[in-house]
């Protein structure tokens, strides 16, 4: 069994979802509890360590949220 982070979001989890919007990578945001699609611009919400992968409940970055 693949072990669990603070979030109980499953590493081998990370490692195969992509984007639904651009089938891009994503990058995990521990702090806000997010995972973030730099290509489509989109936060998605990750709530009692399940990603929600809906683009109804993402929110759009704003510009000075950008991740180099």
Known sequence: MAELNTDGLD??????????????????????????SEKAGLAYPIRDGVPIMLVDEARELSPDEAIS
């Open 11 to 36: 590493p081998k989890l990370l490692e195969v979802l992509v984007c639904p919007v651009s089938r891009g990578p994503l990058i995990y945001v521990p702090e806000a509890s997010e995972l973030i």
